[in-house]
């Protein structure tokens, strides 16, 4: 299967609710969904609203479907510090590991792995994946536009209905939105496939409370 880089000139979808969702056609997408609990409620509605003050402060209308693509227009220095502030910040909050954080169990961990070498090769290519505490990070190409959601939903629907009836549990396992980007280069596919590679190692995991993969190079 081939996939391309993050296009400027191609066809995108532009779906947002509380994060943006970009698609195009055949991309490379880095995804990170997280369990319900992963994020205090009262921590990420400052973190979302931090970012709205800061959108609209640097001339940006956070209600409009395309602000990511006027954050990219940005200076760098400004393009850097809304990475550091927003982003870094984010995936920092999920490496506190707060939650239960039961994927910690090799048990259900499994679940998410099984699953999502399930469809690898046929609807998507696995570049690489982890599955941390209370969260997962996937680096793959995925067919078609307008399916990494889709995809990501089926991900999380099946996931939840077989971690819950093992846990004996009902109710909401996994936060709704997920966090997507489209993969803008090789260079870029490198530093998510080390980033994913490196995660429990920077959250001070031991061995067996993650499941980590990337394809040989």
Same mark, same amino acid.
């Given at each position: 299967?081939?996939?391309?880089?993050?296009?400027?000139?191609? $066809? @995108?979808?532009?779906?947002?609710?509380?994060?943006?969702?970009?698609?195009?056609?055949?991309? *490379?997408?880095?995804?990170?969904?997280? @369990?319900?609990? /992963?994020?205090?409620?009262?921590?990420?509605? $400052?973190?979302?609203?931090?970012? %709205?003050?800061?959108?609209?402060?640097?001339?940006?209308?956070?209600?409009?479907?395309?602000?990511?693509?006027?954050?990219?227009?940005? #200076?760098?220095?400004?393009?850097?510090?809304? *990475?550091?502030?927003? @982003?870094?910040?984010?995936? &920092?909050?999920?490496?506190?590991?707060?939650?239960?954080?039961?994927?910690?169990?090799?048990? =259900? /961990? +499994?679940?998410?792995?099984?699953?999502?070498?399930?469809?690898? +090769?046929?609807?998507?290519? =696995?570049?690489? %994946?982890?599955?941390?505490?209370?969260?997962?990070?996937?680096?793959?190409?995925?067919? &078609?536009?307008?399916?990494?959601?889709?995809?990501? !939903?089926?991900?999380?629907?099946? @996931?939840? +209905?077989?971690?819950?009836? =093992?846990?004996?549990? &009902?109710?909401? %396992?996994?936060?709704?939105? /997920?966090?997507?980007?489209?993969?803008? /280069? #090789?260079?870029?596919?490198?530093?998510?496939?080390? *980033?994913?590679?490196?995660? #429990?190692? $920077?959250? !001070?995991? $031991?061995? &067996?409370?993650?499941?980590?993969?990337?394809?040989?190079?």
């Amino acid at each position: 299967m081939d996939f391309r880089f993050f296009d400027p000139g191609a $066809k @995108t979808d532009v779906t947002q609710r509380q994060l943006p969702h970009w698609e195009q056609a055949d991309a *490379y997408y880095f995804i990170t969904w997280r @369990t319900a609990d /992963s994020i205090p409620t009262e921590v990420f509605e $400052k973190w979302h609203t931090e970012r %709205f003050e800061w959108l609209r402060d640097h001339g940006i209308d956070p209600a409009l479907e395309d602000w990511q693509r006027e954050v990219e227009m940005l #200076p760098e220095h400004d393009h850097r510090e809304f *990475y550091r502030l927003f @982003t870094a910040k984010w995936h &920092g909050m999920l490496d506190e590991c707060h939650g239960e954080c039961v994927l910690r169990q090799p048990e =259900l /961990s +499994g679940i998410v792995v099984e699953n999502l070498r399930h469809l690898d +090769g046929e609807m998507y290519a =696995l570049e690489a %994946f982890v599955v941390m505490p209370n969260h997962v990070h996937v680096l793959a190409g995925i067919r &078609g536009r307008g399916e990494m959601q889709s995809l990501c !939903r089926n991900w999380k629907r099946y @996931t939840a +209905g077989r971690i819950n009836t =093992l846990l004996e549990k &009902g109710g909401q %396992f996994w936060q709704w939105e /997920s966090f997507d980007h489209v993969v803008r /280069s #090789p260079a870029s596919l490198e530093k998510f496939r080390q *980033y994913i590679l490196q995660n #429990p190692v $920077k959250a !001070r995991l $031991k061995e &067996g409370e993650y499941r980590a993969w990337a394809k040989p190079k």
